[in-house]
């Protein structure tokens, strides 16, 4: 079976601040990955995406992740941070099954 | 824009009562999930159909939920009876099964049972 750990629960920057949220997946076989983002009241939304190729993808908003094989992770980065990326974030991995695992979640507060 | 609709948005219903949520996912997506969201839990996934056929419900309290789709465009999620314990908010999403492709959630259902 499939599962995805968040290691931060709880992430407070200010503005203008880097941020890495840690990812890792336990799977043994072919994964796609994702980080999806959830707004205040709102629902999930897809941030970026891995299936294949280069390892190092880019999505909105400014946001990246690398994905590492051999350490099963899935780091998202953003060089400096907005309060307007105050908000929930969620790394899930698909693997044979194609259902969606996700993570604990990560909540993000970034400060003005 | 293709999107996941559900309704109703909000729900307050007294514990006992029945409930039912209504998903239309995105047309020509042929997978379908449910999840819910608390703050105990995160996200968990109650159940799964392809091609309307429910893959995966292990997730699910069998004795008071029930998920079916009686057509390619309407997922339903159904307690009877509903308990505050309940009390989450109500997730669908649906994709298609191939690779490189992701889940497209809905807005959710707020569910409150006092």
């Known amino acids: 079976a499939q599962s995805v750990s968040q290691h931060n629960h709880h992430v407070i920057l200010s503005e203008a601040a880097s941020l890495e949220l840690g990812c890792n997946y336990s799977y043994g076989g072919t994964v796609n990955l994702f980080w999806y983002v959830q707004y205040p009241g709102q629902h999930l939304q897809l941030l970026l995406k891995?299936?294949?190729?280069?390892?190092l993808v880019k999505g909105i908003k400014g946001f990246e992740a690398e994905f590492i094989k051999s350490k099963f992770s899935f780091n998202l980065r953003k060089p400096s941070v907005q309060w307007s990326d105050t908000a929930e974030y969620f790394c899930?991995?698909?693997?044979?099954?194609?259902?969606?695992?996700f993570g604990r979640g990560t909540s993000l507060i970034v400060h003005p | 824009d293709a999107r996941v609709t559900q309704t109703p948005r909000h729900k307050v219903t007294e514990m006992g009562q029945e409930v039912t949520m209504r998903c239309q996912p995105i047309l020509g997506h042929n997978t379908v999930f449910w999840y819910r969201q608390t703050m105990m839990q995160g996200l968990e996934l109650l159940a799964y159909f392809r091609n309307r056929a429910p893959l995966d419900d292990s997730g699910m309290p069998k004795d008071r939920f029930s998920a079916e789709m009686p057509d390619a465009t309407l997922a339903t999620l159904k307690i009877q009876p509903s308990e505050p314990r309940d009390s989450a908010v109500y997730f669908c999403?649906?994709?298609?099964?191939?690779?490189?492709?992701?889940?497209?959630f809905g807005q959710g259902t707020r569910l409150t049972v006092v």
């Open positions: 891995y299936f294949s190729g280069d390892p």
């Open positions: 999403a649906s994709g298609l099964v191939r690779e490189n492709t992701e889940a497209f």
């Open positions: 899930a991995v698909i693997g044979g099954s194609y259902i969606p695992t």
